[in-house]
């Protein structure tokens, strides 16, 4: 057996590295076998780290997780002195991971390659390179969106309200970025090859700032107050929305040990008023950043509804007709289009629970306010349809758009009321029209 920390190192390395140049599976799972009785999940990383740091082909380390899942499956232990972050399947080391394959992608594959196609460019292959590095790079929108519907409501959870309008704002214009970049290499014919390569060192700059702003700003400010049970909620969250060039990370939960010692955890009062000041460094000088919520938001304390559903068989007049709990849950399970309840002190509620939600929803946006689920470029159109429901000057607000350019979205906003025609809420409907819109002819029952 393999005992010292080095040999074992060396071996995992070994191992992995065999693997992903098309050694046999099993060939690899007697390798293990021979030298490991088991291995800690900080031992995997560590290796991982290192083939990274060797060059590892950014292409192929989305497989990591499901090679070394596989080869190490019953086998795998994980060490309580090993810190939380660095455990795989923890918020943070997904983050982390997905940074470095982005860094990777950027620094070993697009930028290389843009400049061998600008020195040869009749060459079509380093075309096709850049083109599929770009596609690749294009996939961030799922670690953007993670960061937006997880961890950006944990940060509102303790009044780190600054960071979150600030990176919403660059994350968008990143993706923008990408996609013209992406549409460049794509045209026919291609723009002045002085274009592309500005564009791309333009997404390979903004991409590494942002990372750097999520390693060394972010996740700081998130090491301050969050706890193991806030990690865990949006670790629960993560597989809903999807990830950027990884399989799905290994489960995670905080140990017995981890959640102890967070009880007593102290939170300085002090900490998110500094954490939002150097948010606001980030910002341009000439960028103005919205208001989180409006002062009769800030009224409202920010709890749960109480509910009292009954059990399965208990019947809910619902006016027209009468329903379980299990017949409202397959309903709104199965209506084609996405729903999300917003109540009258415009905090997110409820939203359906469908196999292939349009938007994103997460457990994490329940209790938020709604502004703060938005982009800055929306907040001002989002607080004016609150507003005039509130009031009583519209009931409804409609818009569609192309979603990518490959779906035509339908989202309505209502205005809610009760018999006596007091407030409620607003429902959101969203719905992917495009199958719709290709109806031609009848088809009749």
């Known amino acids: 057996m393999t005992t010292s920390s080095i040999e074992r190192q060396k071996a995992i390395v070994k191992i992995l590295t065999f693997l992903h140049e098309g050694g ?261 000088q000439d960028e103005q950043v919205a208001a989180t919520t409006s002062s009769d938001l800030k009224q409202h304390i920010k709890q749960p509804l109480k509910t009292n559903a009954g059990n399965d068989g208990e019947l809910f007049d619902l006016g027209s007709g009468s329903l379980n709990l299990k017949q409202l849950i397959a309903i709104f399970k199965t209506l084609p289009v996405d729903l999300t309840f917003v109540d009258h002190t415009d905090h997110v509620r409820w939203f359906s629970d469908n196999a292939n939600r349009i938007f994103p929803r997460t457990n994490s946006v329940l209790g938020r306010a709604v502004v703060n689920c938005h982009p800055p470029k929306s907040v001002d159109k989002v607080q004016k349809i609150l507003a005039d429901f509130h009031d009583g000057t519209e009931d409804h607000a409609e818009f569609w758009i192309n979603l990518h350019g490959q779906r035509f979205i339908h989202i309505e906003y209502y205005a809610l009321h009760d018999q006596e025609n007091n407030y409620l809420g607003c429902l959101e409907v969203s719905q992917d029209l495009n199958h719709v819109r290709s109806l031609t002819g009848e088809r009749r029952l």
């Open 24 to 284: 046999d599976f099993d060939q690899a799972k007697e390798m293990f076998d021979a030298q490991f009785g088991s291995v800690d999940v900080s031992e995997i990383t560590s290796a991982e780290r290192q083939l990274i740091a060797n060059g590892l082909n950014p292409m192929e380390i989305q497989n990591l997780c499901n090679v070394h899942a596989a080869v190490f499956k019953g086998s795998i232990t994980n060490n309580d002195e090993t810190p939380a972050f660095q455990k795989p399947g923890h918020p943070v080391n997904t983050i982390k991971l997905e940074n470095k394959i982005l860094t990777s992608l950027i620094n070993d594959e697009l930028l290389p390659v843009e400049k061998k196609w600008q020195q040869d460019g009749a060459n079509p292959a380093y075309l096709k390179r850049m083109q599929q590095a770009l596609a690749d790079l294009k996939t961030i929108d799922k670690h953007y969106a993670r960061k937006e519907n997880t961890i950006f409501p944990l940060m509102d959870k303790y009044g780190i309200s600054a960071p979150p309008k600030v990176m919403w704002g660059v994350d968008d214009n990143i993706r923008n970025w990408i996609n013209k970049a992406y549409q460049m290499v794509t045209a026919d014919p291609l723009p002045d090859k002085y274009e592309i390569e500005a564009a791309i060192e333009k997404v390979a700059k903004e991409v590494l700032e942002m990372i750097f702003k999520e390693e060394d700003i972010m996740l700081p400010m998130l090491d301050e107050v969050a706890t193991p049970t806030d990690w865990k909620t949006v670790r629960d969250d993560e597989d809903e929305i999807g990830y950027t060039l990884i399989s799905p990370p290994l489960p995670w939960k905080p140990t017995k040990a981890e959640l102890e010692e967070a009880k007593d955890k102290p939170v300085n009062s002090t900490i998110a008023a500094e954490l939002n000041r150097m948010a606001q460094n980030l910002a341009d």
